[in-house]
Structures are given as C-alpha cells and as structure tokens.
C-alpha cells in the first residue's frame, strides 16, 4: 500500500482543511464540495485526512460494517443474524475506509444490486453491495464530481443524508447503513453542477493556488522530500498526526453532548434571514457544523464564532447575491455581522434559554 502524504503536511488551504476536519468529527454534518483549480492538493487532503481518521468497530464478518452500538441501523443480514442468535454478535475493529468513486460509476455500481432471478428460483435472497456498502463507517471521494451523472449524484446525496442505503426490486428489498463523509472535488472550468445539487453539499470550499513565496517554497521542499523517502517524510509528521486523530476521536465522543441556547439558534435564523438564503438546510448545517467546530475544540457548548465559522464553510454556495456574491467575508466579520442582527432582534429572555428540547428533535428535523 503506498504511502499517504500526511494531512498535517499540507501547507496553507486552512479553509479546506477545517471543512475535512468537521464532517469527520460529525459525518451527519453534510460533505463537503471542494471547487478549485488544479494542483491545489484537493484529493491529496482528502486522502490524507481519511489515512488518520480513527479505527471503528464493526459486526464481525459484516459486509457493510455495521456499528454494533446502533442495532436500529444495521443491515438485514446482521438483524437476522441477530434474531437467529442467542449471543450477542461478535465485534472486531477495521481501518476506515477511502473509497474514489468513479466518474463512469452507475447507478447499481453504487447502491448495488438484488439478484432476481436467484430470488425467483430459489427463493433467496442475494444482494451484490455497491460502493456505498463499501463505503460505510468511512470517506466517499467523488474526482471531478461535475461530470458524474447528476441521477448518480442525487443517489448519493439521497443515502448521505439518510445515512441508510435501501434498494427495492420485484418486491424484494434490502437495506444496510450508508453513513459516511461525502467528499466531492471538480474545477469549475470543467462546467459546473447544478444549483440543486450543490445545495445539497453542506459545505462549499472555493480554493485557489497560494500566492505568498516563501508558502510555495515550502510546498515544493516537501513534496520533494515526499517523493525522495515517503516514509521518512511521514514518520517527521507522524506526531502531528496522531495528535490531530486523537482530537477527531475524542471530538467524535464530545459532539453529541455540545449544548446551544435559543440565542444561538435566532443568531443562524436572523445570519442567514439577512442574506436571503433559500430554504433551511443552510441552518441546519450551520447548527451541526457549530457543534463539531465546539467539541473540536473541547467544548461543550457553542459560540458566536463557532456560528461564524461554520457559516464560512455553509453560505458561499447557497447566496445568489450580497455579500459573497460581491466579496468574500472574513469569519470576523460574520461574527460581528451575527452579534449586532442579534444584538437588535433577541428578546431578553432568550439569551440563556436552555435548548435541551430543541436539541432532542434536532436530527429528525434535519431528515
């Protein structure tokens, strides 16, 4: 297996990074788009951060990984293991997975298909897993998204957002988890996709090549380096990147007991009101993004400025006009922009309401 050049080697594309680093600590958060021209080590962070996430443990001899702590999302074939079985399943721990998805992928290439004819004769069931299957528990990288076929794209995103892959033929059906990072990377010169799939990725990051000198020198000493001794190059980095997995893990434990008030909730509600954003889903993800940028940071309740970061990452795509459209706004001024609509809108009771109702509803809502 050849070596990964390390996550924490990358050098600058800060925003990039955080959006990787987010939808690890919480992969219901959404996926992430990365839009950028070449050589601006897209797929290289990709691969870089999936190479450091975590162990996870699986349902031994589980074709689809199946989380042996969430019984109510396993696969068919674990549930009628489970009810043929007087013990519980047996578990083992496996690497996450890196699955590149094609760009000529098909349909039943990702959701996988049932064999008719076998259930007709037979009266079997057999199901073949697809990518998704492959997938689960791990990162889902998508090259060159843009030119996928958007019916492959909307699956995708569908599965993504269930977090459950189901399959129906003949009245026969199938289903087993499909919760993973989504990770899609194109050049927007090669054409761009459509407004309601984009909306669809959580998160949006517009990247350039770094401008600044001595950036680049250092971008070309380690990749020289890389190439000279992968191994040696890893093994100078290889502090950092247990010290940076370790964070995810701990994030990871931390992210569902991080608390928000009904301030916080008006802040993203007025934020987003004021730039005109369709829909809601921008809120949601703001809200997930906010709590994964707290528990990264070891905290169990969020801020203005975790809001104003997750809204970096949530809002570029979805605003048609304002002031993405004009500039770009810096995460302080965001924050500032969040504290004075709030400062004008939040009544006073609402400062510290506690959001522990909100919080239980929070991911049906999201669905």
Request: charge should be negative; include cysteine.
């Amino acid at each position: 297996m050849p070596t990964i050049f390390p996550f924490t080697a990358i050098v600058g594309q800060e925003r990039m990074l955080r959006a990787l680093i987010l939808n690890a600590v919480d992969t219901r958060v959404g996926g992430v788009l990365i839009r950028g021209e070449r050589g601006t080590a897209k797929s290289t962070a990709a691969r870089g951060l999936a190479a450091l996430l975590p162990k996870v443990k699986v349902v031994h001899n589980c074709r689809f990984g199946c989380d042996p702590e969430h019984l109510n999302t396993w696969c068919t074939e674990c549930k009628e293991r489970a009810a043929g079985s007087k013990q519980e399943l047996p578990v083992e721990t496996r690497l996450t997975p890196f699955v590149n998805l094609p760009v000529s992928a098909t349909e039943d290439r990702v959701v996988g298909t049932l064999d008719i004819e076998q259930a007709i004769q037979k009266g079997e069931r057999h199901f073949e897993p697809g990518v998704l299957a492959s997938a689960n528990r791990g990162m889902l990288y998508i090259d060159e998204v843009n030119l996928l076929d958007d019916h492959v794209v909307d699956v995708l995103l569908d599965s993504a957002a269930m977090g459950m892959n189901i399959v129906e033929r003949e009245g026969i059906s199938f289903s087993h988890p499909a919760r993973f990072i989504l990770v899609g990377t194109m050049n927007p010169e090669e054409g761009d996709l459509r407004p309601q799939l984009l909306d669809r990725f959580a998160f949006s990051v517009d990247i350039t090549g770094i401008r600044d000198a001595r950036e680049r020198v250092a971008i070309m000493e380690r990749n020289i380096a890389f190439e000279a001794d992968p191994e040696a190059f890893r093994k100078s980095f290889a502090e950092s990147e247990q010290e940076l997995s370790r964070r995810i893990e701990q994030a990871r434990k931390l992210v569902g007991q991080v608390k928000y008030s009904r301030r916080d909730l008006l802040s993203i509600a007025a934020l987003t009101a004021s730039l005109n954003v369709d829909g809601h889903r921008a809120d949601l993800v703001i809200l997930k993004a906010a709590r994964a940028q707290a528990a990264f940071e070891g905290r169990t309740s969020i801020t203005d400025h975790d809001i104003a970061l997750a809204a970096e990452l949530a809002l570029p795509h979805r605003i048609k006009r304002g002031p993405f459209h004009q500039a770009e706004m810096t995460v302080n001024q965001l924050q500032e922009r969040i504290e004075n609509l709030v400062g004008q809108s939040v009544p006073d009771e609402a400062e510290s309401t506690p959001s522990d109702e909100p919080q239980k509803g929070e991911e049906k809502k999201s669905r």
